[in-house]
């Protein structure tokens, strides 16, 4: 009973460089998000995505570029890694039924330093 | 621009002791309510997920209510035990902007000694 899969779970990079942090899930969720989450900040949504082949921008987009071609799948790239981008990661997949009750599951994050 | 709050921030209380968690937002234009638990160094485990048509809904000794009209979301845990310790978040599903993007509150943390 997976749910959703988050690789790695802690990484270090320096300035400047780029990773992608995975994100897989397995019950065939439609939605993927994903979240980074501060000190006294909350969670914070970085991109999202609707279904494969549609992502779009949350609340705290740059910096980030993201893509989803297939259901199971939704990296997120730090394209320069900066250390305003020093966070917990977490990934989210959520599901809707017809009367648009959604719940959302969540990985067990990747913390990420920027150095 | 919905915004969530939840008050207190910590919260330290004997073993057994019932307790209430508040959660509020400010537009009452949401398609769900949905309440967390996170431990140190965890991801968030779902507890409780309140649809907009609902009052509360239970699981255990966790009942969550929800006054859609006035903002407010209570989390009642009864009998609370030191493994209830953590912090729980609530987090809306704002109408409007896709329901499928979550709003969060900053958290409670709470402690339960034995």
């Known amino acids: 009973n997976a749910g959703v899969t988050q690789t790695p779970k802690f990484q270090v990079l320096k300035t400047g460089q780029s990773m992608t942090l995975q994100c897989a899930q397995d019950?065939?969720?439609?939605?993927m998000s994903w979240y980074r989450q501060d000190p006294g900040m909350g969670l914070r949504l970085i991109h999202y995505?609707?279904?494969?082949?549609?992502?779009d921008q949350g609340e705290v987009p740059n910096g980030y570029n993201v893509s989803r071609s297939t259901t199971e799948d939704f990296p997120l790239r730090l394209l320069s890694a900066a250390p305003s981008q020093t966070s917990v990661y977490f990934c989210?997949?959520?599901?809707?039924?017809?009367?648009?009750?959604?719940?959302?599951?969540f990985g067990q994050g990747t913390r990420l330093t920027v150095v | 621009k919905q915004e969530v709050t939840q008050i207190p921030a910590a919260l330290s209380v004997p073993e057994g002791e019932n307790l209430v968690l508040n959660c509020s937002f400010t537009d009452s234009a949401i398609y769900n309510l949905q309440w967390f638990r996170q431990d140190p160094g965890k991801g968030l485990t779902s507890l409780l997920l309140i649809q907009s048509s609902q009052r509360e809904q239970t699981s255990g000794r966790l009942n969550a209510s929800l006054d859609k009209s006035s903002g407010r979301s209570t989390l009642y845990i009864a009998a609370s035990q030191p493994g209830d310790s953590a912090t729980y978040l609530c987090a809306v599903s704002p109408r409007g902007t896709g329901f499928q993007k979550l709003v969060f509150g900053t958290g409670t943390r709470l402690l339960v000694s034995p």
């Open positions: 989210a997949s959520s599901y809707s039924d017809r009367v648009l009750r959604t719940e959302a599951f």
């Open positions: 995505s609707v279904g494969a082949g549609i992502t």
């Open positions: 019950m065939n969720h439609e939605y």
